[in-house]
């Protein structure tokens, strides 16, 4: 029997080492074969919420493994910018550690495109977390987060953030 799509209510904050925040929250819709997309609002709360659409592919590289690949396109909107983020991840690994819980690492490339400005900003990163679940319906994550790998000695406020995800499962 194919698997259903189901619907999820998620939020996610990211706050930086430096102070920065993005914080975000909406609908997330998940389709069999490792697909989803995402339709929210976000900020940094520096601005007025902004649009948030996300599409998401996401498989292990085989049936029960733990090594996997994940790729998510992500633009952020109002009306006074635009820009479309890539985030291609080669190498996930999610390891099951009991009934409801497990750890993850995921090493990454992204690269940002900005409209306004015409420019596209290319970078390396890696987030590690552990992810409960609460029944069928509930999972609460938590990672660390280390952006712009690319520059490794930069090890300023801005490139580490500590980021909490939740997510419910819709009726």
């Not at 015409?118 to 509930?138: R, S």
């Amino acid at each position: 029997m194919p698997e259903p799509i189901k619907g999820y209510f998620s939020a996610s904050t990211f706050q930086s080492a430096d102070g920065s925040n993005f914080t975000t929250a909406g609908f997330d819709i998940k389709f069999p074969q490792g697909l989803s997309t995402y339709i929210g609002m976000g900020t940094d709360f520096t601005k007025d919420p902004f649009g948030v659409i996300d599409f998401k592919e996401s498989n292990p590289y085989g049936k029960g493994s733990i090594v996997g690949h994940n790729v998510r396109i992500r633009t952020k909107y109002d009306d006074k910018f635009l820009s479309t983020q890539v985030r291609v991840s080669p190498c996930t690994i999610n390891v099951p550690v009991g009934k409801n819980t497990s750890i993850y690492v995921n090493p990454h490339y992204v690269g940002q495109y900005d409209y306004q400005t015409n420019t596209w900003k290319n970078g390396a990163g890696i987030f590690a977390g552990a992810t409960q679940k609460f029944g069928q319906d509930v999972s609460v994550s938590l990672e660390g987060q280390r952006y712009n790998l690319q520059d490794i000695g930069d090890n300023s406020g801005g490139n580490w953030s500590i980021n909490a995800i939740v997510s419910l499962r819709l009726p």
